[in-house]
């Protein structure tokens, strides 16, 4: 490609970045579990982000907002999200052995609401 190409094409990527970023006061991502993950692997990640990793699983405990769907799949995407929030900005990475994905539509549901972080 003509560098030309490659300038313009440069500058549709960056508008588009500030498109996001102002549509909805700026550019967020959440981190969810994928669903093609077994279970048991989900439930692994879920145990660590909850443990060791220090994410903050109050609110998927019973009877608390994100308690509901009760499956290893809502509880692994609160866990993950919230551990990614929490530690982003100090480099932490939400990789979980491949255990979770990037969205940027917002996961939260009902009273379930899953943080974002500047």
């Given at each position: 490609m003509s560098?030309?190409?490659?300038?313009?094409?440069?500058?549709?990527?960056?508008?588009?970045?500030?498109?996001?970023?102002?549509?909805?006061?700026?550019?967020?991502?959440?981190?969810?579990?994928?669903?093609?993950?077994?279970?048991?692997?989900?439930?692994k990640a879920l145990d660590w982000a909850c443990g060791k990793g220090g994410a903050d699983c109050s609110k998927i405990q019973v009877n608390?907002?994100?308690y509901h769907p009760n499956t290893i799949k809502d509880h692994a995407s609160y866990a993950?999200?919230?551990?990614?929030?929490?530690?982003?900005?100090?480099?932490?990475?939400?990789?979980?052995?491949?255990a979770a994905i990037i969205t940027d539509l917002d996961p939260s549901h009902n009273s379930c609401k899953f943080e974002t972080v500047p």
């Amino acid at each position: 490609m003509s560098s030309a190409l490659h300038r313009i094409l440069l500058v549709l990527c960056l508008v588009s970045l500030l498109l996001q970023m102002t549509a909805g006061g700026g550019f967020r991502e959440w981190w969810i579990a994928d669903e093609q993950t077994p279970d048991e692997d989900l439930l692994k990640a879920l145990d660590w982000a909850c443990g060791k990793g220090g994410a903050d699983c109050s609110k998927i405990q019973v009877n608390q907002p994100c308690y509901h769907p009760n499956t290893i799949k809502d509880h692994a995407s609160y866990a993950f999200n919230n551990y990614y929030q929490k530690f982003k900005n100090k480099g932490a990475t939400c990789y979980f052995n491949s255990a979770a994905i990037i969205t940027d539509l917002d996961p939260s549901h009902n009273s379930c609401k899953f943080e974002t972080v500047p």
